[in-house]
């Protein structure tokens, strides 16, 4: 009920500033509110652990807002502010599935709303060529022109998938797929403290042909921590993405290559085995944690229009999987898929149906550890009978309002949860709520 209210309250005092005449090239102000109830009936299971998906019927809610705050302090250099406040939670608290199905819950231990600092950033662009392109008015981009050769400079804290890892037809969990392993690459550990964000320093080169950026990130000093650690010489996380868009038959497509390495305070899988926490006789990945551990991996990215109203995309991931998750979420391979129908064809431009899967898994260390009774921060049946964690999701974005308010149903078909072949499946049916101005 506290959620609800909240979110009546902010969603006037929002109608209210917008009423505010904002037409400046030099500032804006957007604003985002995203509710999501979701359901998941009862399931079967054989055994159940500390971090395992809830075998009774269970529903949440969630909540984000979020005000987007721009200012451009002199030309070519812009500083943005986002405010946020999130509730709620996950169903079962965001454990027992590696690909979690509300990609607006994060492993949060308060379902109580908080306002905290979302992005606080500045970037700056160099324009290296005459031929400029036009930025239209949007969240976190104001009104301005580029050229088609640059070179972008941005510092700050923000999240790093809000320039990685993107993909017009599946990267946001508030009007597109839900669930965390088509949000972006699985395997890809993108470093980030609780919530999603973190401080970076990201430099970009961009051209008409192609695009390269490298980002060095702060990562937390423990898994799924809030608490950046600032020891960066032994704790820090480096990504470098390669773009290239490309046309097959006139129609737009566009592939990304991204690699990453990470080195933290971690824990080795392997070692957790012979380390057993005398109070549960099981293997405690937390005693093994030390500096100089690493993580390292790469994504592929593929987007491809396939008409004027359809377009798919497929990602591929891998990372090592000898050292514990850090910061996302429990994948170590993954590949996913999907397509998306613009739903012009039947007349309702502003509407979209999309359909995709994604095939998840786990490296051998992993599973070891898993099957002997380990728990990581968001897996742990006491067991593992080990296979690949299977997702299918479908959702249909309905327009109501005058292209700021749409409904979304969803559901999720959730096949062998945590990669355990005696658990499940799980159903996750669920309303989206967005409004955006």
Known sequence: MRIRIISILLLISSLKLFALDLDSNNYNLHFQQTVILQYKPKMTAK???TNSLMTDEESETSLTNTFFIGLKPFEGTEIYFNPEIAGGSGISQVLGIAGAPNGETFRIGNPKPELYVARLFTQSYINLSNNYI???DKANQLPSKVSDEYLLLKIGKYSVADNFDCNKYSHD??????NWSLMSNGAWDFPANIRGYTWNLLLEYGNKDFAIRFISSLVPNTANGSVMDMNIANANSETIEFEKPYKINDLDGKIRILGFYTQAKMGVYKDA????????QNPDIIHTRAYGRNK???GLNLEQDLSKNIGCFLRGSWNDGKNETWHFTEIDNAISGGIVFNAN?????????GIAFALNGISTDHQNYLKA???GFMLGDGNLNYINEFISEIYYNIHLHDNHFWI??????IVHPAYNKDRGPALAIAVRAHVEF
Do not use: C, H, I
């Open 173 to 178: 969990a508030r009007t597109q797929f839900m």
């Open 273 to 280: 085995l012979f380390v057993v926490d005398p109070l549960v």
């Open 47 to 49: 055994y159940s652990g």
């Open 134 to 136: 036009k930025k239209e």
């Open 296 to 298: 390292y991996g790469f």
């Open 408 to 413: 979304s149903p969803d559901l999720q078909y």
């Open 345 to 353: 064809a039947w007349n309702r431009p502003s509407e979209e149906l």
């Open 373 to 375: 009774g380990g728990l």
